[in-house]
Every structure is written in C-alpha cells, then in structure tokens.
C-alpha cells in the first residue's frame, strides 16, 4: 500500500491560496496539518459530550472518559508501550522534559553526577537540564557533531562515565539526521545510565517501537503528527514513574489529601494534575488511529522517495548555490531540508517563498547551540510530511530561482 495520491484532500487546509497561489505547506517540522479525521472527533466531543473526565457518574462523562482513556490505549500502542498506564499526557514535548527533569532529575543528579546529551538538541532538550543543574551541580556533556552531520560516536564510552542519563534526539529537527537511538541506549545502559529520546520528529514519521529501540523515556508531541496543539506524551517505564514524585499539584493527582499532607495517585493520574486538555487527548487518538491506517512504513517510504527527489531537483536546479546541511545519505535521514541559498538571507529567501505560496521556516529552529557548530545564524528549513508531493519540490526549485535572481549580487 502507498499513500493515496489524494490524500491532500483530506487536509482542509492544504485547499486555500496564499497570496493567490495554492499552498505549499513544507513546514510539517513546526508543526504538522490536521486531516478530517481530527478535526471531526474534535468536533464531535464538544458539540454531544464536552463533560469532564474521572469525576462524573452521569453518562455524558463516562463517555468522555471512554475516549479519553481509549485514545490513551491507542496511542499505547501506537509506539509499543508496555502499558497505556505509562502514557502520561503534558501540554506539549517541552512540558514532557521538563517534568523528566524536574521529577527524576531532581531527585536523582547531584554535585557528582553528569547527563550526556548532543550537538544538535532542541532547547526543549537543553535549557530544562541547564536549569536544574544551576541548583544541583551536575555537569552536562555534549556528543560532538561530525563532519557528514552524524553525531560522532568514537568517545561514546568515554563521555558516558558517571553519567545517570543519556538524552538524545531520535531525528535532529535542523539536519534530519537519524540517529542509532538502539546503539546509545546500549551504551548508556552498560554503563549504568539511563536513556531519554526526543521522539518529537521521528514518532510522526517512523514505525516507533519503545521496546525494540530499548529506551527509557520518550518525548514526543501532538501537533507534528497531524493531532491538535496543546498535547504532548511522555512515556516511561511504569517502574520509573512509580519512583518519580508528583511533577505538579492539585485535583486529579492525589488519592488523599489531609492537613497533614497528601498521598498521590496511581500511574498515569499522579503526573496530571487537574482538568486534561480532553479534546486534545481525544484529537491525538484519532491522528494515531489515522496515521496508523496509512501505515508508518509506507509513510517513511513515501518521505525517502520525496526526499530522494528533492536532492534531485535542488542540486539540477540550482547546483553548487544551494546548500542542503545534514547527511546526503537519504537512509540516515527524514525529510527535513534545512537550506543555504547563495548569499541569500533564510528570512529574506522565507519571505520571497511565501510570495509563491510556499511555506518554509526560517531561524535557529530552537537550536541555537547546533547553528554555532554549522558557523550560521539561520537557516531555511523546507520539511516534508505525508501529503506531500513531487510537484511542491517542483514549485519550491522553481521559487527559489527567481529569489536568486531578485537577490542577485
């Protein structure tokens, strides 16, 4: 099976014109389009449930934790999870690391201590441990960048000594790099360590299997997976989070609560304090449930061909002006293009490229550390996604031509 030819029309959006030309949308690693089949179960709840979950014994609110909980179940076993007790839901991947980090890093890292994470992390990654580590004093390490965009593993075991975890993208946002998720979380666990993955670019785009890539922790968020905003997971071993304390407080979290103190509730509630984002939750469960009829292979097969072709295009196009930062190897990566063209300024080729139509980020990406390793400012970033299609790549050579030669020197 492949993905249906037309599947755009399943994507409201992707129908409307900017600046009178159809949209291009290649800014799926911001944030993904959302089909029919979110926006309808989103829908549905508000206009014949929209009561709260865990608190009623009316029928409306069994319904809605019905959903609730069976969008848990699904998204479970959407990456192989153990248990769907181990889905713990965050507004987003940032609040996801923070709660890691202000849970198990606190009450784990000390003075003595050390994390290990990488060149090309987004600061959801970096600033949460930046913070605990200006209270306790644990040293942060970094895995170097290598020249093809790889990380460089040679010193792998050497930076992992005294290390108590090891937290690494599993697709950089910036260079699409893939990294050996399976080969640092051997590592990490022989030297005693545990192992976090940022799955925020690689869940919504990869089969994902928790067990078979033997990680510890997962990050990952709703809205680059064609799920709404305002929704994130984190997933951990239920022994993990049965030891973690309470990351936030009030209703939901608790099974008692005296004045002299409280006691927390079981896996998942202690970690979701207060009303959830429900139609959020219920939204990520029908992205899952409709990503899944797609089949994850064949939407990884579907962004190597569009990939493939765009290295293609660009380099026939436009040759040694255009500058694709990352592996050139199609199989060491996913289809995020971030792009040097020429002389040409991201935001000043962004905002030409937005005259056409296209949509394409430009900045730092929220990695700024990595654009210092690159020795840039900025980049242009096209990403693709699964309703994608060879004549936006088409599109995209021929726009930035003529933003050539508007900025030609």
Sequence with gaps: MSIPANIKEQFPLLSRTVHGKPIVYLDSAASSQKPDAVLSAMDTYYRQVNANVHRGAYEIAAEATEQMETARSDIAKFINAYSANEIIFTKNATEAFNLVARSWGARNLGPDDAILITDMEHHANIVPWQILAEGLGFEIRWIPLGDDGTLDLTNLDELLEGVKLCSVTAMSNVLGTLNPIRKISDAAHAAGALMLMDGSQYVPHLPTDVADLDVDFMCFTGHKMCGPTGIGVLWARAEILDAMPPFLGGGEMILDVKKSGFVANEIPHKFEAGTPPIAEIIGLGAAVRFLDSLGMKNIREHEISLTKYAFMKLKECHGGD???????????????????????????????LDQHGICVRAGHHCAKPLMRELGVGATARASLYLYNTESDIDILAEALGEAGELFAF
Excluded: F, M, N, T
């Design 322 to 352: 255009i500058q694709i930062h990352g592996p050139s190897e199609i199989s060491k990566r996913g289809g995020v293009l971030s792009i040097a063209y020429k002389d040409v300024h991201p935001h000043d080729l962004s905002q030409v």
